[in-house]
């Protein structure tokens, strides 16, 4: 218990230096071997490579104009319950959890730094969070109509594959693309990357994904514009949207939740994908390719434990495992 409240009265320091950008009151809360960690990263051990890589956090943001602020809350992570950390605001959107680890006398031993999009929405902040959503588009007619108009040409864009239209829409260094099982992208080149190679993915596997207008009741807001992805005739995926006073796309949040994705109503006819004339070595190949997708899957679990974005791809692809039994005896 003592070190409980040693743990919540150091992260409660540690953000308010960070949000001063005193490094050197940081450098003061940190033991000198402690442990810096990033998902998909890395770690770095010692204070002295952990304050390098905040001072070089600091001058990226400032050579990027942007802004960070850190925001108490807890967290449950495993059989922890109410465990404290950090929100981390870039821009005023949550893009991260920190959490910190801290020896008997209340000196920082570790720096957990998690990306994963679920876990960052289940924190709950413990002191007031600044709120950059456009709260006025469900009453306002004129920013409603603006939201829907912005949500077509996103779709229109994105069915068209055109990047050059889609990049009108999106801001250099302060849209963020989240997606509920994956961390937070951040910029307009950024994310026009990661749709290129969602086209690439999808061409590859000779798949056919759409995105229709849709509505949804969400968070108490009834027929809340969105866009609905439907891969291979069947919808996976609803995307919101939030504008910024002058319609560019401040955030893409993409849920995959199929609960979430039931509710959605779409608002034209979903396309059926076009007849393929498949092969048996086709399926086979891709059975293969599923095959080292779920093994890897289970590895990371494994080793992470059952994480609810694991387990959600782990799913996803027995479903197309099932499909592709289903084609080989239809094929053969």
Not at 10 to 24: C, L, P, R, S
Not at 138 to 164: C, H, M
Request: aromatic share 4%; charged share 30%; with cysteine.
């Amino acid at each position: 218990m003592l070190n409980r409240v040693k743990t919540a009265d150091a992260t409660k320091e540690y953000a308010q230096a960070m949000n001063a950008g005193d490094v050197a009151t940081v450098a003061s809360l940190l033991d000198n071997d402690v442990i810096f960690s990033r998902q998909e990263q890395n770690s770095i051990v010692g204070k002295e490579n952990v304050l390098r890589r905040i001072r070089n956090l600091f001058w990226r943001l400032d050579e990027q104009n942007q802004s960070l602020q850190l925001i108490n809350a807890i967290v449950d992570l495993g059989q922890s319950k109410a465990r404290p950390c950090l929100i981390c605001l870039r821009n005023g959107l949550p893009v991260a959890l920190c959490v910190l680890s801290c020896k008997a006398n209340g000196m920082i031993t570790a720096v957990a730094v998690l990306l994963t999009g679920d876990i960052v929405a289940s924190a709950r902040a413990t002191e007031p969070m600044p709120s950059v959503e456009d709260t006025q588009d469900e009453v306002d007619p004129q920013r409603r109509k603006l939201w829907i108009d912005v949500t077509k040409s996103y779709i229109g864009s994105f069915n068209q594959r055109d990047l050059a239209g889609l990049s009108y829409l999106l801001d250099e260094r302060e849209t963020v693309f989240h997606r509920s099982d994956q961390q937070a992208i951040i910029g307009k080149n950024n994310i026009l990357d990661r749709i290129r190679d969602l086209y690439r993915r999808i061409d590859k596997h000779g798949q056919h994904l759409a995105v229709v207008n849709a509505i949804i009741d969400l968070d108490d807001q009834k027929a809340r514009p969105c866009t609905l992805g439907v891969l291979d005739g069947v919808p996976v995926s609803v995307g919101i949207l939030r504008l910024r006073n002058d319609g560019v796309i401040r955030k893409i949040d993409m849920i995959m939740d199929q609960e979430v994705v039931a509710k959605a109503r779409a608002t034209e006819e979903i396309p059926k994908p076009p007849e393929k004339s498949l092969e048996l070595q086709q399926v086979l190949e891709r059975e293969e390719w599923l095959y080292n997708r779920l093994k890897k899957i289970k590895m990371a679990m494994k080793k992470q434990g059952n994480l609810p974005h694991l387990i959600t791809k782990k799913m996803r692809v027995e479903m197309q495992l099932e499909k592709i039994e289903y084609l080989k005896k239809k094929l053969s």
